[in-house]
């Protein structure tokens, strides 16, 4: 059976069946897969950042010392969507870096750790510099 297959193929190359797809073609997928990993890597660390700035502006602390009245506030104000946006794009960061070069070989769970840590340091440099 494998060597019937090898033989299928074989010919197939002999008869121009079969078309190389040329240097530039994967030149250009892994630049755009390396973009969009950019581009959706700093929307998710801008997501972060947004989160971070409303929990802030909330401002838990105060809201707390109003007792079950305060904590309702902060629950029905909370930026849920933000949280949810966040998560969405940690896992497309992930699943996106695993294709990109040679990183299908490594684990997904470190890739995934390095996403986060990432994300986080990024983050908390972008809340420390629009204090």
């Given at each position: 059976m494998d060597k019937n297959i090898r033989k299928e193929i074989l010919r197939k190359i002999k008869n121009e069946e079969?078309?190389?797809?040329?240097?530039?073609?994967?030149?250009?997928?892994?630049?755009?897969?390396?973009?969009?990993?950019?581009?959706?890597?700093?929307?998710?660390?801008?997501?972060?950042?947004?989160?971070?700035?409303?929990?802030?502006?909330?401002?838990?602390?105060?809201?707390?010392?109003?007792?079950?009245?305060?904590?309702?506030?902060?629950?029905?104000?909370f930026p849920y969507w933000f949280v949810a946006g966040v998560i969405i794009i940690f896992l497309s960061n992930v699943m996106l870096l695993s294709k990109i070069g040679e990183n299908y070989k490594r684990n997904i769970r470190i890739l995934g750790a390095w996403v986060a840590v990432l994300t986080i340091v990024l983050t908390i440099v972008f809340s420390l510099i629009s204090r």
């Open positions: 079969v078309a190389m797809k040329p240097k530039w073609w994967f030149v250009l997928k892994e630049s755009l897969l390396r973009g969009g990993w950019i581009v959706l890597f700093l929307t998710g660390v801008l997501l972060m950042s947004l989160t971070v700035y409303f929990v802030k502006r909330l401002n838990p602390t105060e809201l707390w010392e109003f007792g079950s009245l305060g904590a309702e506030v902060f629950i029905q104000d």
